[in-house]
């Protein structure tokens, strides 16, 4: 069998070289051709370096663009170079690999091995950080896979954890017979709900409405409470974080929807008709609050 830890070793040698020397893009497959004939003659498992070299850099603008969400404090010409393609190599697994071949808790705990083989006393956490926020985003494909021992291990005691109070809302609008969801874009790929930060001395109701105003410049009213949702998200530098989401069902009249600029991880806002709301890519909870929206809309 071949070898994956010692495949993923080149790649990352590879990524560090080009990178390091700031080559063009084409360069790399020799640079990778090189290395392969050095560091592993006969391995079985040349198609799946190829493979993985090949997510990273076709796919590295989007990957590094998520690794500035999830670490904000570290642009990614900050952290260092083998951090960083460390993380472009565990999130070329994670978000465009095939996970029947390669589950998403390996392409994570994979990379972690290879920040404490080849970074810095703090890495692995920060590596461990940066992917776990991004696995949470995107709903934890897998996490069915999970060994029972290995979820016994990761039980927390959630008194400890630090929380953040988040509000958001599922918008609505009315043109004539017509109902139409304003929904955000986010870097992963998924239409999902404005939501932020619940300022202190703020209720959750008043906080989706000047979220909304400021992240979506629209005008709403709250019509009911459609959900609640919460989960542990991992920050580089903080650890831990329990993060509380109140979501409601809003009115907005229907005015052009404008994405702002300093919206974090997003990048794009619109109205979808009822018909086009089915063939959205949402978030499992964000689907479910929809759901309930167009019951009480429309029956």
């Known amino acids: 069998m071949a070898n994956r830890h010692l495949s993923r070793s080149i790649v990352l040698q590879t990524?560090?070289?080009w990178d390091f020397k700031n080559h063009p893009e084409?360069?790399?497959f020799d640079i990778l051709e090189r290395n392969e004939s050095e560091f592993a003659p006969g391995n079985e498992d040349i198609p799946f370096m190829r493979k993985?070299?090949?997510?990273v850099i076709t796919k590295r603008e989007i990957i590094d663009q998520i690794i500035e969400k999830a670490a904000p404090e570290w642009p990614i010409a900050k952290i260092n170079a083998v951090d960083r393609n460390i993380l472009r190599v565990g999130l070329?697994?994670?978000?465009?690999g095939d996970h029947q071949e390669v589950p998403?808790?390996?392409a994570i705990n994979e990379a972690i091995e290879l920040a404490k083989t080849f970074g810095g006393d703090s890495s692995s956490r920060f590596i461990n950080g940066v992917l776990g926020a991004v696995y949470k985003e995107i709903g934890e494909p897998g996490k069915d896979q999970i060994s029972k021992r290995q979820k016994k291990n990761e039980e927390v005691d959630l008194s400890t954890i630090p929380t953040e109070q988040k509000a958001g809302a599922l918008i609505y609008a009315r043109r004539g017979d017509e109902i139409f969801f304003a929904m955000v874009h986010d870097i992963f790929g998924y239409w999902t709900l404005s939501k932020g930060g619940v300022e202190a001395g703020e209720t959750a109701e008043e906080a989706a409405v000047r979220e909304i105003k400021e992240e979506i410049n629209l005008d709403i009213t709250i019509k009911d409470k459609i959900g609640e949702s919460e989960y542990i998200a991992s920050h580089p530098q903080k650890g831990k974080i329990r993060k509380k989401v109140t979501f409601f069902l809003a009115e907005s009249e229907f005015v052009p929807v404008t994405l702002e600029n300093n919206s974090g991880g997003l990048d794009s806002a619109r109205w979808f008709s009822l018909s086009e709301v089915a063939d959205l890519k949402m978030y499992d909870d964000v689907t479910g609050y929809m759901a309930q929206?167009?019951?009480?809309l429309v029956g």
């Open 15 to 17: 990524l560090f070289e």
């Open 26 to 28: 084409e360069v790399v």
């Open 52 to 55: 993985l070299v090949s997510y």
């Open 92 to 96: 070329g697994e994670l978000l465009f």
């Open 104 to 106: 998403p808790k390996v």
């Open 293 to 296: 929206a167009i019951t009480k």
